[in-house]
């Protein structure tokens, strides 16, 4: 078949005949000239060779982005049950708006089955999600915005599947406390796995990918010295270890940014709040500085809870608006500071520590997350993600307060 002659294959979005015949274009010709929009095609992705061109891919679904993104975080477990039903309805009946959606989850697992059963994630694959092409047309329809959420260097199946991109201790990869093994920041073939599953959610639809977990194991700082590791294109940089891992997790970002562009999706990547506190978090490899250069938005996990006696505040979960409030006005002059800066649009806490132990949380429900909210927008913060694991939500919220 004459390759002009082929329509609507991939979604792949290329500019004029030129195209088509071998020519390099780029997407940026589609506007040049009208009497060129006759002749846009879409081409199958296996007919054009590597590297000839600058792309867009469609993916056939249409979503705007809201005024302010103001998101849920739902498991790949409620995305494919019963759950996501009412979980759609809950935010149709709010002024919510998102999802965050696990495609790649906490342990490692794809949270769908790849219909190409030569998928280099076939084996990863879970049914959690049957079908995710309805969900996501379930979403368009209802015009929430698809969050792709892809947890990269906490992956206990990959470390088990190929202990050379983990950490050895003695024999055995080393786990934390949890039982959980993570895989190593300096390794390209980890960076590449994880690009390609943000791939194949953009292709789906997902308009965002958020990349969680980009960092090294907690308290690394302790253990970088006994456990053995390989430090790939690293190994021979001048520089101590500790600016390295932070080299590496920013070049990760940086790198999977560019590999993302020619998908239309933004890049969000989550960080330890505290991070945004100090020049760098160099244990685990997080400047929030250089990070916040390399993304479209960046989400500080700032739940009350999480903190210790932080901006002076003894007991952070008894007072979410001060612990907030305070966040906001520090990460305000750190992203000033920037160039291009990214969009803010923190993790907030609906679940109750209980954890914590008494006299030291305290219930969270609707005054709990108002007051959240409320010292986001009394710095200038409209967007925010509310974390509750089991993705049970708090009602009557004030969403736009």
Not at 118 to 140: D, T, V
Not at 155 to 165: A, V
Not at 202 to 210: L, S, T, V
């Amino acid at each position: 078949m004459n390759v002009l002659k082929r329509l609507a294959i991939s979604g792949i979005l290329f500019v004029g005949a030129a195209a088509a015949q071998g020519i390099p274009v780029h997407a940026d010709d589609a506007v040049a000239s009208s009497s060129h929009q006759k002749n846009q095609i879409s081409l199958s992705s296996k007919n054009i060779p590597t590297g000839m061109a600058r792309f867009i891919y469609d993916s056939g679904l249409t979503f705007k982005y809201p005024d302010a993104v103001r998101g849920i975080y739902v498991t790949g477990h409620s995305a494919g049950g019963s759950n996501f039903n009412q979980l759609v309805n809950f935010i149709d009946n709010t002024e919510l708006n998102a999802m965050v959606i696990d495609i790649k989850d906490d342990w490692g697992n794809v949270t769908y089955r790849p219909e190409n059963p030569k998928s280099p994630y076939a084996e990863i694959g879970k049914n959690y999600i049957k079908k995710p092409a309805r969900i996501l047309k379930q979403l368009e329809k209802k015009q929430i915005y698809p969050i792709a959420r892809v947890v990269v260097f906490k992956d206990s199946i990959l470390s088990k599947k190929n202990p050379g991109l983990s950490y050895m201790e003695g024999k055995e990869v080393w786990k934390n406390g949890r039982g959980e093994s993570f895989v190593n920041p300096f390794m390209k073939e980890v960076w590449d796995y994880n690009v390609g599953i943000a791939i194949e959610a953009a292709k789906m639809g997902f308009q965002e990918i958020q990349f969680d977990y980009v960092r090294f194991p907690e308290g690394f700082e302790k253990r970088d010295s006994t456990l053995k590791y390989g430090m790939g294109e690293y190994k021979d940089i001048k520089m101590d270890n500790t600016q390295k891992r932070v080299q590496a997790v920013t070049d990760f970002v940086a790198y999977a940014r560019e590999k993302l562009q020619p998908y239309g999706v933004k890049v969000s990547v989550d960080i330890f709040g505290y991070s945004a506190t100090l020049p760098e978090a160099p244990g685990i490899g997080q400047n929030f500085s250089k990070i916040s250069e390399n993304v479209d938005v960046i989400s500080s996990m700032i739940y009350p809870s999480h903190w210790t006696s932080y901006f002076g505040i003894a007991k952070p979960d008894l007072e979410p608006y001060k612990l907030v409030d305070e966040y906001a006005k520090l990460e305000k002059r750190k992203l000033k500071a920037l160039k291009t800066p990214p969009v803010s649009r923190p993790w907030l806490q609906d679940f109750t520590a209980s954890y914590l132990g008494a006299g030291n949380y305290k219930k969270y429900g609707k005054a709990e997350v108002d007051a959240q909210i409320k010292a986001l927008k009394d710095n200038g913060i409209d967007e925010y993600l509310l974390w509750n694991a089991a993705n049970r939500y708090t009602t009557d919220v004030e969403y736009t307060p």
